[in-house]
């Protein structure tokens, strides 16, 4: 649990200071089977990613058009294309809502932050599920802000989505 903490705690600082690999992120968008694909009104965006093993993959995507005038909801997810498993994140902007599913097998931390007068606030960070949970966080947030979400699997690496808005 502690190594897991860790490598969310280093993923988070990472994401605040880089950008990721979007063409790795495209390469993985296109081997996606369809059991976990993303929306056909969403856009695949750049994601920051940890190094992950042989097998895994991450993918995230934004939805421009969500409902909520102004709101950008979107993904981080994190899959195993051959298992047909994920670790995924989802935020829903019109209500502010997070969605997060583990179907991976592996534990699953997931965290979520906005921005606020020039740096990052926490919704929450560290939330754990089992290898076969799912869980649903609302939050309340001001209109128009910056979100970020990320979805880590134990031993398996990270993938954050920093393209949200509220």
């Given at each position: 649990?502690?190594?897991?903490?860790?490598?969310?705690?280093?993923?988070?600082?990472?994401?605040?200071?880089?950008?990721?690999?979007?063409?790795?992120?495209?390469?993985?968008?296109?081997?996606?089977?369809?059991s976990v694909a993303t929306?056909?009104?969403?856009?695949?965006?750049?994601?920051?990613?940890?190094?992950?093993?042989?097998?895994?993959?991450?993918?995230?995507?934004?939805?421009?058009?969500?409902?909520?005038?102004?709101?950008?909801?979107?993904?981080?997810?994190h899959y195993h294309v051959a298992a047909g498993s994920r670790a995924q994140n989802y935020f829903k902007a019109k209500g502010e809502n997070f969605h997060l599913r583990n179907s991976t097998g592996y534990a699953a931390i997931f965290s979520a932050w906005y921005y606020r007068d020039g740096q990052w606030y926490q919704f929450f960070e560290g939330v754990r599920l089992g290898g076969h949970d799912t869980q649903t966080i609302n939050k309340s947030l001001s209109e128009n802000r910056r979100v970020s979400i990320q979805a880590c699997v134990q031993g398996r690496g990270c993938v954050s989505n920093d393209d949200l808005r509220s």
């Open positions: 649990m502690r190594a897991l903490r860790s490598q969310a705690a280093t993923a988070a600082a990472r994401r605040r200071t880089t950008r990721g690999l979007g063409f790795a992120a495209l390469a993985a968008a296109a081997a996606i089977p369809l929306p056909a009104h969403a856009d695949i965006v750049t994601c920051d990613r940890d190094t992950t093993p042989q097998g895994w993959h991450s993918v995230c995507s934004r939805e421009p058009e969500d409902g909520d005038p102004g709101g950008v909801s979107g993904t981080a997810k």
